[in-house]
């Protein structure tokens, strides 16, 4: 009965536009190691037999809030799931300071971007015009890097691939975004990808 209802699960998160990869190897694990002791519902003390199992106390309390999670999705159907108590196997975050580049530090980026080998394909040109699309843009570099020709408009960027890929954004460009070959030093050959394309389009003015 519980990979059933991993199933049920995953595809709800799913259809709200969460992955959940890792989550759903932590799933398929438990369920694994809980049918093997004859489990059919899920209890708290094989959750935490299993969660213990896991090498380091974060990966333990990762293992325990999925299933905490899990739990209260499935024990909504099926009272006879148990929800695991929390805190247990207390979760240790690693908090990352982010790097706030300095005004010098971009233009100091953009120039090295600019000098990549070879000096005369598109590659220093794409490379210093995304890194100038994300600094004035803020967007996640997986949204740059899936922007297609129908996505630039005269008044701004549509954004199809979000983080949770379950809605469209629309990204209004203070500067205006040109398309410079002049300044790119040649025409964007046929051959060349969509992407290496974009490289070319997108080039902001006063980067």
């Known amino acids: 009965m519980l990979t ?9 998160r799913r259809s709200a536009g969460f992955g959940l990869r890792v989550t759903e190897g932590f799933l398929r694990n438990y369920a694994r190691f809980a049918t093997a002791r004859g489990d059919t519902h899920i209890r708290e003390q094989t959750t935490l037999e ?7 106390a ?8 999925a299933i905490r999670i899990f739990a209260r999705h499935a024990q909504a159907e099926d009272a006879q799931h148990e929800v695991p108590r929390q805190n247990v196997f207390p979760r240790q975050r690693l908090l990352y300071r982010p790097f706030i580049f300095t005004e010098v530090q971009s ?5 090295q971007a600019a000098r990549l080998p070879p000096s005369d394909s598109l590659r220093p040109w794409t490379y210093c015009t995304l890194f100038s699309l994300l600094a ?8 740059a890097l899936a922007l297609r020709f129908e996505d630039i408009t005269a008044d701004g960027l549509v954004i199809r691939t979000t983080k949770f890929h379950n809605y469209a954004a629309f990204l209004a460009m203070s500067n ?3 398309l410079d070959h002049e300044d790119a030093g040649k025409e964007p050959a046929a051959r060349h990808s969509q992407v290496d394309w974009i490289g070319i389009v997108l080039m902001a003015k006063d980067p």
Do not use: K, N
């Open 50 to 56: 299993w969660a213990a199992l896991a090498p380091s």
């Open 136 to 143: 004035v843009t803020g967007l996640r570099i997986s949204e």
């Open 176 to 178: 205006r975004l040109r």
């Open 4 to 12: 059933p209802a991993i199933d049920a699960y995953l595809a709800i």
């Open 58 to 65: 974060s990966q333990r309390g990762r293992r325990l809030e």
């Open 107 to 111: 233009r100091q980026l953009l120039e």
